[in-house]
């Protein structure tokens, strides 16, 4: 478990700023999708905006 959280932490830090297009592959066992929302769950990403009407 501790080479799978490190390669999450690698993850989170090298791809920080930058949204789930610009991410790719399945790192610390989590999804591009997965890890953009743990990074809006961290305050690295803001929160998406609901969309205007």
């Known amino acids: 478990m501790p080479d799978r959280v490190d390669c999450l932490l690698a993850a989170l830090l090298e791809e920080a700023g930058v949204g789930e297009a610009s991410r790719y592959g399945i790192r610390g066992g989590k999804s591009p999708k997965q ?19």
Do not use: T
């Open 35 to 53: 890890r953009v929302d743990l990074a809006r769950e961290r305050g690295e990403l803001p929160r998406q905006q609901p969309a205007a009407a």
